[in-house]
Every structure is written in C-alpha cells, then in structure tokens.
C-alpha cells in the first residue's frame, strides 16, 4: 500500500505487489460483517482538521524500527500439532469461481514537521471481487480478479472534498481486472490490477495502477495481508504452530514480514492466527532515494481456510509507522505517520 499522509499526499508506488514469497493474513470475520472503519480513499488535508474524527489507535507512538537486512523467504515447522494431520498446500481448481467482499478501512495519525495533524478516520470503502482460478501447476494457482461493485456506508460523516475523493476512486475501482499468482504456501508471488480504459474502448490500453489515485494500492495490500502462509508439505494438526519470513513491496519500499502462526479448527474449518513483524529492508531497490526512511509495524489476524488458496473469512489489523522526507507545497518536510488499516473478507459464496 502507498503512503498516505494526513494532508492528502501520497508517495509513488509500484504498479504492482511485487511480492517475492508471502503475505500476513487475518481475523476470522463471523459472517459478512459490517465494515467499520475506513479506506485510503483520502486522508483529509491538514487544512481540514475539523473533519476529523478521533482515532484512538492511531495516536501515540511514533517510532519506527530502522531498515534492516533481508533473510531468504521460509516457513519453519515449529510443531505439528495434534493427530490427525494434514498439509496445507494451498490449490485450486480451475474454472473454480468465487465472490469476495472486501471492506478496507484507514485511520491516520501524523506529524508534520513540528505540527502534529490530528488524527482521523476516513468512511470505508466495501469492494466485491469475482475471482476466476485460470491455471494450476505445481509451482502456483493464477488466479483472475475483477472488481464488480465499491461502495460506502451511506451517511458516513465527511468533508465534501473527501466524499469527492471517495466517489473518484470508487469510479476508478470499478471494472479494474488483474491477475495474481499464489505459491503452493500461499505466498502472492505476483499482483497486477490495471483500471479501465478511460476512453471506454475495450481494445484499448489499460492503465497501470500506479497511474491512478494511490487508493487502488489497498486492494495490494488485502491479498498480501489476508492470504495464508502454510507450510507446503509437512503435515500438520490443531495446535501446530509455524514462522514465516516472507517479502512484499508496500509504502514504495520493500518489506520483510515475520510471522508465527498457529493452527485450530472451528467446527470444521481450520483456523489460522497470526501475529506478524514488517520492517523495510536496505535491499529494497526501487524506492525514491531519500523518500520513504524507515518503515516498520505488526500485524494480528485470522484465517478461516477454505479448500482453495482464498480464505472462506478473513480479518487483520495491520499497524504501520513510517518516517519519509516529502516535499509538501514546495519545502522539504520530515514526516512521521502512523496508520492503522482494518480488513475483513469474506466470501459470499461460502455456506453461512
């Protein structure tokens, strides 16, 4: 996901999740639930802090935990569990369809050069997905994303400019397609959406996501943080507990998540929770020198698995600290932001 900074600015990110093994995952939501938190939609400018609404997790602490040197990508059996055992190898078939719905929310807090902004909440967006597995091998399931409706809570309290804001990404969301790769860990080895094009013609061009508003990176850093990491091949049972390292791109610079994960079952769906460590490495390549400086964060989520490589339910909160220089109306700023962004999935399709 992009940085997105409290007075509306965002850095450039890459068009897609560059993501060489992995993801963090999520908390079981029961059935559809409700969203309630927000979206990246748009933060609000640091001129309209009266729009804000208080954000109680997103205040305090502004730390950040500086970059560090990657490890190679792993999942590490720390114990089996109890019998009877199985593996987890996320597959699929093709042909297989299914309907997600994804609520992506956002609270913000940050400081800005000496001036702390409040913190604040923006409405959520609600976007569903008809996900078409196209292909699979031993080495992954390609799966074809599409998304057929966004929506907002109706009434959620806004400024104009945001509600604005809100109304262009949910236009540019709607009928963006794309791919993904899934890795037999479920690890999203590759991610790709590209929006419309905006003359309509079908033949015509699409356009990278880069190229729209920074709102579109959310539904990255979804999949990164609301698919499995599962050990492939080694049998495992209820109490089984694992770690993973796995690497994704997010807020323009290359992460490093480390996770422990532990197995149990809910009548009969296996459920997973984990809570995880993301701090960006010196490795990370692409990113605007001098831009983003550090990044850190965690995550706590859970997983209710399905047959294939996508979750039946799903749900993370994932805290991020970041500190950046950016140049805001024409002067460099040193910036420290803390977000807080809620996901929850679940699949339509699933029996209730």
Known sequence: MLVVVGCGVSTPGPSRADVDHGKAPAKAAESAPQ????????????????????????AGDFSVRERIDAAPPAVVVVSPGDEPRAALSRRGRVGERRTLRLSIGMEVAMDLGARKVPPSVVPPLVVTLAVDTTAVDDDAVTLAIAVTDVASPQGAAATPRVRD????????????????????????????????DPSGSSSAQATPSAALEPELGGLAIALQELLPSVPATTAVGAGATWTSVRHVRRDAVRMQQSGTWTLGHEGDDAVLSVISEHVATRDEGGAAAGMVLASSGTTTARITLGAGPLPL???????????????????????????????????LDAPQ
């Open 165 to 196: 804001a809100m109304a262009r990404t949910a236009a540019r969301l709607r009928g963006t397609r794309g791919s993904a790769r899934i890795g037999p860990d479920g690890g999203l080895l590759a991610f790709d959406l590209r929006s419309p």
């Open 313 to 347: 339910r799903a749900s993370a909160t994932v805290e991020t600290r970041t500190r950046a220089d950016l140049e805001l109306i024409g002067a460099a700023q040193r910036v420290t932001l803390r977000s807080v962004i809620t996901l929850d999935l679940w699949d």
């Open 35 to 58: 969203p309630s938190r927000a979206t990246a939609a748009a933060a609000p400018s640091a001129a309209e802090p009266a729009a804000a609404t208080e954000a109680s997790p997103a």
